[in-house]
């Protein structure tokens, strides 16, 4: 999970009718997340639903608030229901410098730390280890599913950083850098493996800060 830059540029159907999910919403939605499910960060195609960031339920009055709305997955959005109100905003923290991403391919699970000990940081992780690691010890058909796909993509990334130590030439550099783009998946993930190197933290210090402001 990363910072989301959204759009300034609010969809006029939000303003214009009482709905939230108008084309209008859901094609600037996509667009300002690059396609990706805001939780999981990987690609959505048709399988895409809009979230609430404080539930509609709970908080019928942000239904159509324009930085309530975000971009998630079908197997993202009802795992969070209108159980993870008081979450972190991905729109206005940086959730990739907040909670260390990393995967313990060995245990087959996925860890969130954090130095920061506030009662969102603490939801988020709790939110994040539900979708990440099924909630429980054992995971179900999905939940494997889901751990294999971003296994793929993770050990996808790890060859090519592998690559890159080994011969550590302009196109090795480049196909490390082509992964860190901001419109590719697990980009929390990503980052931390480049944080947590000394070599590869310098190299690649300017792809690991595409969306900050400042
Ligand atoms: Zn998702």
Known sequence: MIRIAKSDN?????????AYDGEDVKRQLLLDQQCKCYLCERKVSTDFQI???KSKQNHPESKTEWTNLLLSCSYCNPKKGNRFDGILNPIDNDIED??????????????????EESQEVQETISLLETIFNGGGV???VREEKFFEEIEAVMNR???????????????????VREELSIDKEML???????????????????????????
């Open 10 to 18: 609010k969809p006029l159907s939000l303003t214009a009718t009482n």
């Open 51 to 53: 979230d609430h960031l």
């Open 98 to 115: 907040i909670i260390e991403q990393r995967i313990n391919y060995a245990s087959k699970a996925v860890v969130f730390k954090s130095n």
């Open 138 to 140: 054992l995971k179900r």
């Open 157 to 175: 990334f790890n060859q090519l950083i592998d690559a890159y130590r080994y011969n550590p030439s302009k196109f090795t550099e480049e196909a």
């Open 188 to 214: 929390g993930f990503k980052y931390w493996i480049i944080k947590k190197d000394e070599v590869l933290s310098q190299v690649f210090a300017n792809d690991i800060i595409w969306n900050k402001t400042a």
